[in-house]
């Protein structure tokens, strides 16, 4: 029997019971398309977690005080804050770096009618280098303004958009806890980064926080980028031997400060989610074996209510190879239909979370291999079972059967 004439019968035995078909190939719909979503969700989850991360910073080093544990959650214990004279330490001695330090409080901002509670940031101008996050419009702080601690301020996009209403704000005078501020500058906007605004932000000069805001002269950060790509690890050692010179830990005693990679943070929540994309496609891929069982199954309904038209074709000389061949067409159509089906489902269904969630939305053409490729799989296998049984059947047996 010719290829042709056995797809041509397989495709109508499939088409005179469109419902019993659709039934047939849903629990490979919903295998494929779950098996596709979870892989493509955890890309895009990882996408996310990347961009985000360099976002953040290019080579990034935070310098912190107290101790953590290591993971991007650790816990953190309290220490003295860094001075200003750790920062100008390690801008002098450690090379191809950029530094900028950051004492961060939050205070009550009024423009106009508005108020809110605002995060602040002291630093210096290289704070935008280091932290990725440059002056849209207006001008950075001058060296007098940061010297004096003058009270000037840089602001995010989202105090324009929620607090001066969309109306121009260079120039205009805000208050900042008691402190009136003059905005000499307005910060590219950023969006969202590891659940936080970070247009949602005021930045003035370190001097002016340390006397207006807070009333210390220390800071509760320091963050450092590496201008030269694969030196972050040299970097860190540096800066870590200079400021256990300079705070002088007692002998034996643990650091009362620690330094973070932004590398090593990504790379953390890469392998969670990658290890979370694995566990969800192995759950998900269970629904794809019980979508073949599904076929079996129908299969082998199908084989016993056909069971007189394989006799007729058997008696007239059809060979045991061409029943085989029928019905296992059949199956591998059915699995393959609902592979396509489900590649689709699984494909919206991704770009309909992303979209929701506003991440990237990646598509691998590798896990759609995958997914279509275990769905003609699942067609052959569970399907060869009722298709041997098929076509082992006695013509005279067959005959009779009613």
């Not at 950075?140 to 704000?169: H, N, R, W, Y």
Request: charged residues 15%; hydrophobic residues 45%; proline residues 3%.
């Amino acid at each position: 029997m010719r290829a042709l004439d056995t797809l041509g019968m397989s495709v109508q035995a499939i088409a005179r019971n469109k419902l019993r078909s659709f039934l047939t190939t849903l629990g490979i719909i919903i295998g494929v398309a779950s098996v596709v979503a979870m892989v493509h969700l955890g890309q895009s989850a990882t996408r996310s977690v990347t961009e985000q991360i360099a976002s953040i910073g290019s080579n990034l080093l935070f310098v912190m005080p107290g101790t953590a544990q290591r993971g991007p959650g650790g816990l953190r214990t309290s220490a003295e804050n860094f001075e200003l004279g750790d920062v100008e330490a390690i801008r002098n001695e450690v090379a191809g770096i950029l530094v900028a330090p950051a004492l961060t409080t939050s205070a009550t901002v009024v423009i106009g009618n508005a108020n809110d509670t605002i995060p602040v940031i002291g630093t210096t101008n290289d704070y935008f280098a280091v932290r990725n996050h440059y002056l849209d419009y207006g001008r950075e702080f001058e060296d007098s303004e940061q010297s004096a601690g003058a009270a000037v301020c840089i602001i995010g996009k989202t105090l324009i958009e929620e607090m001066f209403l969309g109306q121009e704000p260079l120039g205009a005078n805000i208050r900042v806890g008691r402190t009136a501020c003059r905005v000499i500058g307005v910060l590219v906007e950023k969006g969202e980064s590891m659940g936080q605004d970070r247009d949602k932000i005021i930045l003035m000069p370190v001097k002016a926080v340390q006397r207006r805001l807070v009333g210390e002269l220390d800071v509760s950060a320091i963050y450092v980028s590496a201008l030269v790509d694969g030196t972050t690890g040299l970097v860190q050692a540096q800066i870590e031997s200079l400021l256990r010179q300079r705070r002088n830990p007692a002998a034996g005693g643990a650091d009362d400060f620690y330094v973070r990679d932004t590398q090593d943070i990504a790379q953390t929540l890469e392998s969670t989610t990658n290890t979370l994309t694995v566990l969800l496609g192995a759950i998900a891929a269970v629904s794809l074996l019980v979508g073949g069982i599904g076929i079996m199954n129908i299969m082998l309904v199908s084989v016993t209510e056909r069971t007189r038209e394989i006799g007729i074709r058997l008696a007239i000389g059809a060979r045991a190879r061409d029943v085989l061949t029928q019905f296992l067409v059949e199956s591998i159509a059915l699995s393959t239909l609902g592979g396509i089906i489900g590649l689709i489902v699984g494909v919206g269904g991704t770009w309909l979370v992303t979209w929701q969630l506003d991440m990237p939305f990646v598509v691998s053409p590798a896990v759609m291999a995958v997914g279509f490729t275990f769905s003609v799989a699942i067609g052959v296998i569970f399907g060869y079972f009722p298709a041997r049984k098929a076509a082992m059947l006695n013509p005279i047996d067959a005959l009779r059967h009613e």
